[in-house]
Nanobody
Framework: QVQLVESGGGLVQPGGSLRLSCAASTSIFSFIITAWYRQALGKERELVAHITLGRTNYADSVKGRFTISTNSTEKMIYLEMNSLKPEDTVVYYC?????????WGQGVQVTVSS
């Protein structure tokens, strides 16, 4: 069983930056995939970025602006978000695949507005 707790969301102006954090309850070495998703109200959950077998991949909409990373010592997963746009305003979810099971955090709201 893996528990994930996100933090770092909030209100930021367009062009600003935020760093989302996801604290895992177990060692992240066991994770096959670590990822960030986001979901707007009434829409499907969208994959934003993931690390799979050591490789990072990004959705076209965030490429060059967002960076996913991990800190194995601290058991943390991060999403650094720069040059934020109003359309980035959604709830972001931390996700890992471990032992054949998908685990999700509770979600954190990001609002980009002037």
């Amino acid at each position: 069983q893996v528990q994930l707790v996100e933090s770092g969301g909030g209100l930021v102006q367009p062009g600003g930056s935020l760093r989302l954090s996801c604290a895992a309850s177990t060692s992240i070495f066991s994770f096959i995939i670590t990822a960030w998703y986001r979901q707007a109200l009434g829409k499907e959950r969208e994959l934003v970025a993931h690390i799979t077998l050591g490789r990072t991949n990004y959705a076209d909409s965030v490429k060059g602006r967002f960076t996913i990373s991990t800190n194995s010592t601290e058991k943390m997963i991060y999403l650094e978000m720069n040059s934020l746009k109003p359309e980035d305003t959604v709830v972001y979810y931390c996700n890992v695949l471990a032992g054949g099971t998908n685990y999700w955090g509770q979600g954190v709201q990001v609002t980009v507005s002037s």
